[in-house]
C-alpha cells in the first residue's frame, strides 16, 4: 500500500542518507512488478515516470545499470519499457520550469499523457527533489498551496505522486510550510541510524543504512506496515534486506534466539542483566514474530 493510485507522498532525508537510491529500486520494483523492501507488489506491472533535477544522466544510468545487474543476478527482469526519466541534460536549455509555474506543471501531465498512451496505464510520478524542482521561498504557505492543490488534482485523476524533499535544520520534519503536511497521505522520514540502532554487522564501506519512519499514513498509522524499520543495501550486490528497529539489548536478545535458544532460556540466563527482564525478552520475541522472522517454538 506503500504506493497505491490517488496518493502524495513526501519523502525527506538529508542529502546523503540514500533516499534517491532507494526511491530508484522503488520504482524499478514498481515497472517490473516485484516487492520492495516489507511491501509486496501487486503484481500489476505499472509505469513510472521520474523527473530528477539534480543528478545527470550518466549517473542516473549508471545506477539503472547496477539495478539490472542486481536483478539479473536474482534472476529478475528489469523492465526498462515502463521506467521513463527526465533529467536536467535533456531538457531545453537544461532548464526545468519551476512547478510553482502553470507551464512547469503542464510539462510533467503532458509527459504523464504520453506515457498513458504508450502503456495504456497510469504512471507513478516521482519528483526529485522539490528543491530542485520549483522556485520559491520554501516558508511561503501561498506557493505550498498552489502546488499542493496540483498534486491533489493530480491525484484525482487517478495518479500516484511522491516527492523527494529535505528537512528542516532539526532534522524532525520536513522543511517548507506545513500547509503541504494537511493534503499528503504519506509522510515519510528516512535518516542514518544512530549508535543505539545501528546494525553493527552492517556497519561497513560496503553497506548503506536507512531508518524508515512514518509521520503520517492515512490508511496505515500506528500497523504493521507503519512499524520503524531499518532498510540496508549491500552496494556490490544491489541486494535490500529490513530488520526490525531495535535497541542493541534487544538485537542481542534476537541473536541469542537465531542461535537457537528459548525466550525462557534467556530469561533464566540473564537474571539480574539491565535490559534483559521477562518484559523485554517477549517484547522482542513479539516484534520479532510479527516481522515474519521467529518461529513459534523459539517464542516459547
Known amino acids: 500500500p506503500i504506493v497505491a493510485k490517488q496518493q502524495i507522498r513526501q519523502v525527506f532525508a538529508k542529502a546523503g542518507t540514500g533516499k534517491t537510491l532507494m526511491m530508484l529500486y522503488e520504482a ?38 547496477d539495478i539490472e545487474s542486481a536483478y539479473e543476478d536474482e534472476g529478475k527482469t528489469l523492465n526498462k519499457d515502463f521506467i521513463f526519466f527526465a533529467t536536467l541534460a535533456i531538457q531545453p536549455d537544461m532548464y526545468f520550469t519551476s512547478l ?6 503542464l510539462n510533467v501531465e503532458i509527459s504523464a499523457q ?23 521561498q520554501e516558508k511561503e504557505g501561498a506557493e505550498w498551496i498552489e502546488l499542493m492543490h496540483w498534486l491533489s488534482r493530480l491525484r484525482n485523476k ?57 509521520l503520517k499514513w492515512r490508511e496505515h498509522m500506528n500497523t504493521f506496515h507503519s512499524k520503524k524499520r531499518i532498510a540496508i543495501i ?25 542461535k537457537g535458544k528459548t525466550a525462557e532460556e534467556i530469561i533464566k540466563a540473564s537474571k539480574g542483566k539491565e535490559g534483559m527482564s521477562k518484559a523485554n525478552v517477549y517484547k522482542v520475541v513479539k516484534i520479532l514474530k510479527q516481522e515474519g522472522v521467529l518461529d513459534d517454538k523459539a517464542s516459547k
Open 158 to 214: 487517478g495518479y500516484h505522486v511522491t516527492f523527494l524533499h529535505h528537512p528542516t535544520k532539526i532534522g524532525d520534519t520536513a522543511s517548507g510550510s506545513n500547509i503541504k503536511e494537511r493534503s499528503i497521505d504519506i509522510d515519510m522520514k528516512l535518516t542514518t541510524p544512530d549508535e543505539k540502532t545501528l546494525v553493527e554487522e552492517y556497519e561497513d564501506d560496503q553497506h548503506t543504512q536507512m531508518s524508515i519512519e512514518f
Open 100 to 105: 510553482t509555474k502553470e507551464v512547469g506543471r
Open 28 to 65: 524499478c520494483a514498481v515497472a517490473s512488478g516485484y516487492d520492495f523492501l516489507n511491501y509486496k507488489h501487486s503484481g500489476k506491472k505499472t509505469p513510472v515516470l521520474y523527473v530528477e533535477g539534480e543528478m545527470d544522466s550518466s549517473s542516473i544510468q549508471k545506477r539503472l545499470d
Open 234 to 258: 549491500n552496494r556490490t550486490t544491489g541486494k535490500w534486506i529490513t530488520v526490525p528497529m531495535l535497541t542493541k539489548t534487544q538485537r542481542s536478545i534476537w541473536e541469542l534466539l537465531d
Open 114 to 136: 504520453q506515457i498513458e498512451k504508450i502503456t495504456g496505464i497510469k504512471p507513478v510520478i516521482y519528483l526529485d527533489n522539490i528543491t530542485a524542482l520549483t522556485v520559491m
